[in-house]
T-cell receptor, first 112, second 112 residues
Framework: GDSVTQMEGPVTLSEEAFLTINCTYT??????LFWYVQYPGEGLQLLLK?????DKGSNKGFEATYRKETTSFHLEKGSVQVSDSAVYFC???????????FGQGTRLTINP | NAGVTQTPKFRVLKTGQSMTLLCAQD?????MYWYRQDPGMGLRLIHY???????AKGEVPDGYNVSRLKKQNFLLGLESAAPSQTSVYFC???????????FGSGTRLTVV
């Protein structure tokens, strides 16, 4: 079946460090890919998305590129801030499917 | 602000009591979803709906019922609450499958 695997957390970085959160997927069809962010005490918010191979989603300094050859959608940011501390979820949906498949989430903590 | 509104935000129930969680969206979305989020368990889909008058089971439907009598509302019912249903419940909606979800801010339910 369809699935998403994220790097295990928690991830702890210092402010201004480079961030990578790995996400790989297994899909029976042709997926759209998403990253969601959940700040403490809040619901999930869509951070970025990509709908076809080689597309790059970007938002708030975060980027992720849809790599069909490696079935990956890694999240990156060049210089993280304390305010980026949150849980990040990678997700996919297959064309014709009715619901998203989520990864387990990666907790990110940024220290000043 | 347009979006997904969940009520109540917090609730404490005694074992065996019943309650209904309300999710309302004002974006005219077709698809609506109920998830639960437990520590270390990520998001698990309880029930979902692909349009007014429709409902379908997700991964963990036991002990819950839902109704979608109006397009904008999706109700989650607990007929006889159990301590295992202590969780944070999130509602989400989407205009199409591949668009991505808009989440509510959650309902924190404790069953004692």
């Amino acid at each position: 079946g369809d699935s998403v695997t994220q790097m295990e957390g928690p991830v702890t970085l210092s402010e201004e460090a480079f961030l990578t959160i790995n996400c790989t997927y297994t899909a029976t069809g042709y997926p759209s890919l998403f990253w969601y962010v959940q700040y403490p005490g809040e619901g999930l918010q869509l951070l970025l998305k990509a709908t076809k191979a080689d597309d790059k989603g970007s938002n708030k300094g975060f980027e992720a590129t849809y790599r069909k050859e490696t079935t990956s959608f890694h999240l990156e940011k060049g210089s993280v801030q304390v305010s980026d501390s949150a849980v990040y979820f990678c997700a996919l949906i297959i064309q014709g499917a009715q619901k998203l498949v989520f990864g387990q989430g990666t907790r990110l903590t940024i220290n000043p | 602000n347009a979006g997904v509104t969940q009520t109540p935000k917090f609730r404490v129930l005694k074992t065996g009591q019943s309650m209904t969680l309300l999710c309302a969206q004002d974006m005219n979305h077709e698809y609506m979803y109920w998830y639960r989020q437990d520590p270390g368990m990520g998001l698990r889909l309880i029930h979902y709906s692909v349009g007014e008058g429709t409902t379908a089971k997700g991964e963990v439907p036991d002990g819950y019922n839902v109704s979608r009598l109006k397009k904008q509302n999706f109700l989650l019912g607990l007929e006889s609450a159990a301590p295992s249903q202590t969780s944070v419940y999130f509602c989400a909606s989407s205009p199409t499958q591949r668009y991505g979800y808009t989440f509510g801010s959650g309902t924190r339910l404790t069953v004692v």
